[in-house]
């Protein structure tokens, strides 16, 4: 699996919409057939900042993401309303998606 984390340092005046800027994008992304999840998180304390959570089945199929219409579009639609360079996490590691975590489960009632 190629899992990414994106950190987005976006312009103030387009932080509260930038969901919504970026809709069409997560939304084709997330119908890629090599795509095994894509979530966008904000921080608690600056609400300037975005983080995006991302992971593609192999190589391939992150290849085909890039190398996608809706990335061109998506690219140019984020760098109007960024402040800086996004900083990225990309690497490969072995599975298909979230593991359960073993230090933490839910407490009985």
Known sequence: MIFIAVRF???????????????????????????LFYDWSRSVDDPNKYTLLEAFADAEAGAAHVASDHFKAGMETMAGAIATTPEIINVEVPGQGWSAMAELSPREA
């Open 9 to 35: 340092d976006v312009r103030p005046e387009f932080s509260d919409e930038w969901l919504a800027i970026v809709d069409d994008f997560t939304q084709a992304t997330r119908n890629e057939p090599g795509n």
